[in-house]
T-cell receptor, first 115, second 116 residues
């Protein structure tokens, strides 16, 4: 009963380093999302993937890239980390983007600190 | 465009008293609305959702919310607060326009404190 799994759970990076956050879901969902959560700002959408093979920018895409590797996996890459990217990152999935009645299922989050 | 406003960033109640967390939304089309809860250092859990069926929606842990189209509101209530309700609550809107992806838009959150 894994649902949405994110790795790693915690990470500390130095400014300028790169890393990839991994996300996988085992619910056969079509759509996947990456959000960042900052105090007082709720969750803001970074990128999303409506279906395998497609990706689109969300509200705050600058400094990030994504890859929808297959239906299960959606990764988020920071090419050159900056302190402003210190945040908690959540991956989410939904059965199909067009089905508005369906809620999103979230991973447990990745707490990233850039020093 | 769609948006959601949570009117209080912090709410403090005493255990056993009612809870009211306020949410207003803006949407050009008929929306779906959700409330999520996040306990400290945890992920997000769905409390309840409105999907154009009954306007009064019951969720988990005794929470409920009423969709009021005329007021564009979706306030979350609970008759009697419990210590375990202390958490951050997010109101979320999803616009129904039949597109390939209907993104979830989050409010900025309301931190609920429950005093003994």
């Amino acid at each position: 009963n894994a649902g949405v799994t994110q790795t790693p759970k915690f990470q500390v990076l130095k400014t300028g380093q790169s890393m990839t956050l991994q996300c996988a879901q085992d619910m056969n969902h079509n759509s996947m999302y990456w959000y960042r959560q900052d105090p007082g700002m709720g969750l803001r959408l970074i990128y999303y993937s409506a279906s395998e093979g497609t990706t689109d920018k969300g509200e705050v895409p600058n400094g990030y890239n994504v890859s929808r590797l297959n239906k299960r996996e959606f990764s988020l890459r920071l090419e050159s980390a900056a302190p402003s990217q210190t945040s908690v990152y959540f991956c989410a999935s939904t059965p199909r983007g067009g089905q508005v009645n369906t809620e999103a299922f979230f991973g447990q989050g990745t707490r990233l600190t850039v020093v | 465009a769609q948006s959601v406003t949570q009117l209080d960033s912090h709410v403090s109640v005493s255990e056993g008293t009612p809870v009211l967390l306020r949410c207003n939304y803006s949407s050009s089309y008929s929306p779906s609305l959700f409330w999520y809860v996040q306990h400290p250092n945890k992920g997000l859990q769905l409390l309840l959702k409105y999907t154009s069926a009954a306007t009064l929606v019951k969720g988990i842990n005794g929470f409920e919310a009423e969709f009021k189209k005329s007021e564009t509101s979706f306030h979350l209530t609970k008759p009697s607060a419990h210590m375990s309700d202390a958490a951050e609550y997010f109101c979320v809107v999803r616009q129904n326009y039949g597109g390939a992806t209907n993104k979830l838009i989050f409010g900025t959150g309301t931190l609920l404190a429950v005093q003994p």
